[in-house]
T-cell receptor, first 113, second 117 residues
Framework: AQSVTQLGSHVSVSEGALVLLRCNYS??????LFWYVQYPNQGLQLLLK??????LVKGINGFEAEFKKSETSFHLTKPSAHMSDAAEYFC???????????FGTGTSLTVIP | GAGVSQSPSNKVTEKGKDVELRCDPI?????LYWYRQSLGQGLEFLIY????????KSGLPSDRFSAERTGGSVSTLTIQRTQQEDSAVYLC???????????????FGSGTRLTVV
């Protein structure tokens, strides 16, 4: 069985501060892990993905995530938050068949000016 | 098309009525997925189509929900006898099949916001 847990349904950071959004996964097979971002009234957009290559993955808009097998984590970070980063962020896990992605419940990021 | 197109973008319906939600995937994407997004509950998998294979319907919450995909392209999600708990955003996504979904991820549409009153 595969699942992801996102700790913290709401995160607030000041503009320019570090962004850290947490994701832990549960998978019986080597996982493929993803972060998606959803801006208001839009669909989900792929931020970055881990597919068993480099454990530190860089994505769009300055975001990156590190796969840590020992901690079963795939936390999303950005060194300096921008107002435009305010959105909902979803972590997801998939098997290598890609038949189904399992999404977390999402974390709403607020950036305070 | 350039992206995944969903229609309508908003739908308000009376309890007990049937609704149809449409998804037009990216041309060439063999895989198509429907998810339901309820407030504070993340994305709930509903159904998955891959090419000409039998769809994976394991996520459909009840027999009031059904979906079809004609000609391997456009898909319609039908909800019969709608209930208030059906109110949610219904998201469609498409991808290259199988490993392609893993390599490139899904492309999501903007969703249909369904409100049952």
């Amino acid at each position: 069985a595969q699942s992801v847990t996102q700790l913290g349904s709401h995160v607030s950071v000041s503009e320019g501060a570090l962004v850290l959004l947490r994701c832990n996964y549960s998978s019986s097979v080597p996982p493929y892990l993803f972060w998606y971002v959803q801006y208001p009234n839009q669909g989900l957009q792929l931020l970055l993905k881990y597919t068993s290559a480099a454990t530190l993955v860089k994505g769009i808009n300055g975001f990156e995530a590190e796969f840590k097998k020992s901690e079963t984590s795939f936390h999303l970070t950005k060194p300096s938050a921008h107002m435009s980063d305010a959105a909902e962020y979803f972590c997801a896990v998939s098997s290598n068949t890609g038949n189904q992605f399992y999404f977390g419940t999402g974390t709403s990021l607020t950036v305070i000016p | 098309g350039a992206g995944v197109s969903q229609s309508p973008s908003n739908k308000v319906t009376e309890k007990g009525k049937d609704v149809e939600l449409r998804c037009d995937p990216i041309s060439g994407h063999t895989a198509l997925y429907w998810y339901r997004q309820s407030l504070g509950q993340g994305l709930e998998f509903l159904i998955y189509f891959q090419g000409n294979s039998a769809p994976d319907k394991s996520g459909l919450p009840s027999d009031r929900f059904s979906a079809e995909r004609t000609g391997g392209s456009v898909s319609t999600l039908t909800i019969q006898r709608t209930q208030q708990e059906d109110s949610a955003v219904y998201l469609c996504a498409s991808s290259l099949g199988g490993q392609g979904a893993v390599n490139y991820g899904y492309t999501f549409g903007s969703g249909t916001r369904l409100t049952v009153v």
